[in-house]
Every structure is written in structure tokens, then in C-alpha cells.
């Protein structure tokens, strides 16, 4: 493996945002360790799939084991992985919050912790969390408070383990979408959250893949909330 080649797992990854950003790193010659819980295997040789529940610790670890195995290292973690549940405050069920919280943090926490026991070998790495712009503007429109709640604590936990760890080689930046035109919106509702951008329309799934490898492409960047939301984070 030379030297610009690195080892990248990428979380939620089996469509939308997380397959674009497999492509894109695939697109520049990194191996890829990919994990969600209906994940297929691949037939392209660079890319190993791990089936399974984010949120369950046994998962990570079969992840992180797996890149070990298979490529000697995990250069870089991608937090894509999470669930998005819009719903008045009091309307969330206990079963609402168990899904978010588990998907959301736990699945961050159990990987992360692995991933960087295993970047600190090597005295280098990258950790890049996927959370949402909705954490800084809130919209009156889009009742989220657990995404909020869990994504919110993502953002605070990229700037603390960025401080933590920036003399010890591994960095940690978080990428904030807009509304992203994936699978997750129905093609009904495109212009409706459209309207909700500045800049008049939904972002691409390859704006958020690009500013993943932008970052892992930018040692001099720790700590960054890197908002790609048509400028929703500015106001409107």
C-alpha cells in the first residue's frame, strides 16, 4: 500500500450520502471499508462491506476488525450514519428516542472509540461526523429537536476530540448538510425544500462527498463545523 493510499470506513454507507462518498473515495484510489445494515457485498476488490447495527458495539468492532485484517489500518472514519425523525416535541415516542439515540451517538461512540485506538498506533488519522445545519438554525418548519439534541452533541464532540487529540496526529472535523437530494426525500417535496435554501435549491449528494475528501485532503483543518447548506447557516 503506498503511502497517498489510505484505509477509509465509511458508516450508513449501503446508499445516498454514504455510497456517494464510498465512490468518491474509491475515485481516488483509497480502500474502503463499508458498513449499514442491509449492505451487499462488493465485487470491486478496494471495498469490503460488514453488515450490521450501528448502534450495537459488536458491529463496530467486526467494522474496525475488518479494516485491520483486510488493510493493516483505518486511516479514516466517516460518521455517516443516522436517522432524522421530524415530529413536534411531545409527539416523539420512547422507541423515537431509543432509534435516534442508538443510530445517532451510541453508533458514533462505539466506532469511534475503536477507530481511534487503532489511528493512535500510527500516530495519524481522520474522523469526519455527518450532522446537520438544523443544530444552528433551527426552523419552526422542521419540528427536530432529536436530531438536534444527538447531532448538536456531534458537533460539540468534534471540537472536544479535535483538541484532545491534535498533538497526537489524528484530526476530527464534522461536515453540516442542507437538505440533500437522496433517497430520503421523495421527489414530491424537492421544491418545498428547496425553498428552504438561500441559494434556492437542495444540495447534491456529491456536494457533501466532496467536502468529505476535502477535508480529509486538509491537514491544517481540525475542529471545523464545515456547513454545505446553501447558506442556510447564514440566515435568510
Do not use: C
Not at 26 to 32: E, P
Not at 47 to 55: C, E, K, L, P, R
Request: cysteine-free.
Amino acid at each position: 500500500m503506498s503511502n497517498a493510499q489510505k484505509v477509509i470506513v465509511v458508516t450508513g454507507a449501503s446508499q445516498g450520502i454514504g455510497a456517494e462518498i464510498v465512490k468518491s473515495f474509491r475515485a481516488l484510489g483509497h480502500h474502503v471499508v463499508a458498513t449499514s445494515r442491509s449492505i451487499q457485498p462488493s465485487n470491486d476488490p478496494g471495498v469490503v462491506t460488514v453488515a450490521g447495527d450501528i448502534a450495537k458495539r459488536d458491529t463496530a468492532e467486526r467494522v474496525i476488525a475488518t479494516a485491520i485484517e483486510r488493510f493493516g489500518r483505518v486511516d479514516t472514519l466517516v460518521n455517516n450514519a443516522g436517522i432524522f425523525i421530524a415530529k413536534p416535541f411531545t409527539q416523539y415516542t420512547q422507541e423515537d428516542f431509543a432509534t435516534i439515540t442508538g443510530i445517532n451517538l451510541a453508533g458514533f461512540f462505539y466506532i469511534t472509540q475503536l477507530a481511534v485506538t487503532e489511528m493512535e498506533k500510527h500516530g495519524s488519522g481522520h474522523i469526519v461526523n455527518l450532522t446537520t445545519s438544523l443544530v444552528d438554525h433551527a426552523n419552526s418548519n422542521v419540528p427536530s429537536v432529536l436530531a438536534s439534541l444527538t447531532k448538536g452533541g456531534l458537533n460539540s464532540a468534534t471540537k472536544s476530540l479535535a483538541i484532545e487529540y491534535a498533538k497526537r496526529g489524528i484530526r476530527v472535523n464534522a461536515v453540516s448538510p442542507g437538505i440533500i437530494k437522496s433517497p430520503m426525500h421523495a421527489p414530491e417535496t424537492h421544491e418545498v425544500l428547496a425553498s428552504l435554501h438561500p441559494v434556492g435549491r437542495m444540495g447534491e449528494m456529491s456536494d457533501i462527498a466532496n467536502a468529505v475528501t476535502y477535508l480529509d485532503s486538509a491537514p491544517f483543518i481540525t475542529g471545523e463545523i464545515l456547513h454545505v447548506d446553501g447558506g442556510q447557516n447564514a440566515g435568510h
